[in-house]
């Protein structure tokens, strides 16, 4: 029986959505190459709950969509995992991994840095928020400006906001 539950994950049914996260030492981005390709960093946030698993820009996903998740790293190995979607792969310098969920509530889910990465690999949450069509339409026109536009977008400035 494992082996058809193998088969059907690994199997990726026509995605809906596509997002590219990119493990690094110590956060993840995530670019959007169906959006008009906008990239963005997400830093755990100290001031947020629940607490290590909190982050500055979190993952934004429709809801009841197909998502395909492609994994890279750009450093040292990191892996990518979301408990509630039953998905965890290996993020790979070199090499770009696939994966898919489908969410079929809106709200938030959470997950760890899943290989042991260096100093802060305890600190490196994955944080995605699954919302309707509408809210992900109108999330993805204000991210387009906000993340193409603003210069803060990278790891040096973000990386202050958040100490
Ligand atoms: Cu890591």
């Known amino acids: 029986p494992s082996f058809r539950l193998l088969f059907l994950q690994l ?14 030492q110590w956060y993840w981005s995530y670019a959007y190459p ?4 906008f ?3 997400s830093l755990m946030a100290q001031d947020k709950q629940p607490r290590l698993l ?4 979190e993952m934004v996903v429709p809801v ?3 998502i395909r998740v492609q994994t890279t790293g750009a450093d040292v190995i990191h892996a990518f995992t979301v408990p509630a979607f039953g998905i965890k792969i ?5 090499r770009l991994n696939e994966t898919w969920f489908k969410a079929t509530k809106t709200g938030m889910f959470y997950g760890q840095c899943s290989e042991l990465c260096g100093k802060d690999h305890a600190f490196m ?5 699954v919302v309707s069509d509408q809210e992900f339409a109108s999330w993805v026109e204000t991210a387009k400006k906000k993340f193409a536009t603003n210069p803060a977008n990278s790891y040096a400035s973000a990386g202050q906001a958040a100490q």
């Open 11 to 24: 199997d990726i049914p026509k995605p809906d959505l596509t997002v590219k996260a990119t493990g690094k």
């Open 34 to 37: 169906d959006n008009g390709k």
């Open 39 to 41: 990239e963005f960093d």
């Open 54 to 57: 909190g982050v500055d820009n």
């Open 64 to 66: 009841n969509k197909v």
């Open 90 to 94: 290996d993020a790979i310098p070199g």
């Open 125 to 129: 949450p994955i944080a995605v928020r």
